[in-house]
């Protein structure tokens, strides 16, 4: 019987000396709730995830802004929280979080969620399309109803905390199968161009609807101000058979989405967004593992 105290009181001493690691930075200490991790379960994200993130460093993000009373998950690795750091905007990609964990697991760093009860907007308006700042920016974005400094903001300087300098600003997302002008469901497909976005298939073999690196929902987005994408940054991407989407960005074309925020304000193009279907966490993380390859981080 006194072991098995030992053991007891050992295993709760361990447990606060594991939750006394996930130190919070002062740059962002004001913006974050200290939030047991079992009263999160709620949240199906959580549950799927519970095991793994219970040796991870998870906290809640809240603040207003007019109508919207956003909530965010950090979720950082325990022993090297600066790294890699993913933003998922829609909390209706359920791969998206999944992969964004297991990134963290195998490579540090971490990743912000934005929490809206399963669903991709939150009372009305895209996440990933709240990035005007002024009332001059939001006005211009078909996708934004107000101006949100203060998201911007707090995204940001939650992001830039985390974000080791040599990796580029990274994001992850699902997507319906197929497009649904041809037949499909979704808004996105490797087989589309506009004026704004070029489609770079690795592959000329794209098929839609069972995953993998050749179907068509497979992607990833990369950004500049050239009219075409950087020859050695496409080529390096093609050749690892991952098909590819070049945005060209500009004042004039502003969206009002996290990749433009960056060219904007951060004035940089270093930026990798991970597309897959829904449910293709495999896909999704073999190409996170040959960004991660391009770049030289090495798994823990």
Sequence with gaps: MKYLKYL???????????????????????????????SLKKYNDIR?????????????????????????LLVTN??????????????????????????TKKYGGGFLAVMAEDERYYKGQDPNRNFGDTYGTARRCNGQKTPAPKYSRTVFRIINTYRAKYVPYLALHNNKNGWEGNGGEGKVSILRSSKKVQSYAASRKIYRGNGGL??????????????????????????????????????????????????????????????????????QRKIIDKIMRMYGVKKL
């Excluded at 001493?13 to 974050?32: E, M, R």
């Excluded at 950087?230 to 074309?253: A, C, D, H, M, P």
């Design 8 to 38: 007891w009181i050992n295993f709760v001493l361990t447990g606060i000396i594991l939750h006394a690691q996930c130190k919070i930075p002062g740059t962002i200490v004001s913006l974050l709730q200290k939030t047991p991790l079992h």
């Design 48 to 72: 799927r995830n519970y095991s793994k993130l219970k040796k991870m460093c998870v906290h809640k993000v809240t603040f207003k802004e007019g109508r919207y009373r956003w909530k965010m």
């Design 78 to 103: 325990e022993e090297h929280p600066v790294g890699p750091f993913w933003f998922l905007p829609h909390d209706d990609e359920n791969t998206a979080f999944d992969s964004a964990v297991y990134a």
């Design 214 to 283: 050749k179907d068509e929902d497979t992607m990833v987005y990369i950004m500049g101000t050239d009219k075409k994408p950087n020859r050695n940054k496409l080529r390096r991407l093609l050749r690892s058979g991952i098909n590819t989407k070049y945005e060209v960005v500009n004042s004039r074309q502003n969206d009002c989405s996290l990749s433009n925020y960056i060219w904007l304000k951060g004035k940089t193009t270093h930026y990798y967004n991970i597309e897959t279907q829904h449910g293709d966490a495999r896909t």
